[in-house]
């Protein structure tokens, strides 16, 4: 409220914001491919060439994790205009992240679903992402 008091116009508070969030996550996704990508399992010699995406350049878990960041925080975006007040806000969107990757848990089940069904289930942020991992697995 104050930076639109002050004359800032709402869409370069949104833009600050993003900008901000993205920064702190593309750290943390940065941090999360090197550890995917580190040979941790070693043999007899102590060498290993098998990382937990062994066959995944880094670009494409680069690019994958950056399009899951854009999304989380749009999403966040999206559900904090629905709610005027932060605990209110933070207590739905607890729930609704959650509830976000239940989809995933039912495509990881073996369930036979059409092709329609599972597009219709990765239109969910986390279930997408969990399907993208298990295609780049």
Request: hydrophobic share 60%.
């Amino acid at each position: 409220e104050t930076m639109k008091i002050m004359g800032l116009p709402t869409w370069l508070h949104w833009t600050a914001w993003f900008c901000k969030q993205f920064l702190y996550l593309l750290v943390t996704a940065i941090l999360i491919i090197v550890l995917l990508k580190i040979n941790w399992f070693t043999n007899e010699d102590g060498f290993s060439e098998y990382a937990v995406f062994t066959n995944t350049p880094w670009t494409v878990l680069f690019f994958f994790m950056i399009l899951y960041l854009s999304c989380a925080i749009f999403f966040c975006f999206m559900i904090s205009s629905f709610f005027s007040k932060g605990s209110t806000a933070a207590l739905c969107m607890g729930v609704i992240w959650f509830l976000s990757y239940v989809p995933a848990v039912l495509l990881a089940m073996d369930i036979d679903m059409s092709t329609a069904m599972q597009v219709f289930t990765c239109l969910s942020i986390n279930s997408a992402m969990s399907y993208g991992f298990q295609l780049l697995l």
